[in-house]
């Protein structure tokens, strides 16, 4: 097909990875009157998991293009 590559969906997930981190971050600072040393691995996980979410939305499509 001349347009198969145009019409694949570019849909990785990575936009619910960005949500989850987000909701992490957001979530971690409640967090903080259970156990302090769970605030800080929502804090890394929110930061690795919406970090990860942005690569894949934003830049893994860009490298396969050049």
């Not at 987000?22 to 690795?48: C, H, K, R």
Request: proline share 2%.
């Amino acid at each position: 097909m001349v347009h198969g590559e145009h019409n694949k969906s570019k849909n990785s997930g990575g936009f619910a990875l960005i949500i989850f981190g987000a909701l992490l971050l957001f979530l971690a600072p409640q967090e903080s009157t259970i156990s302090s040393g769970l605030n800080i691995v929502a804090w890394i996980g929110g930061i690795v998991i919406g970090g990860i979410g942005f690569y894949l939305k934003f830049f893994k499509w860009r490298r396969k293009q050049s």
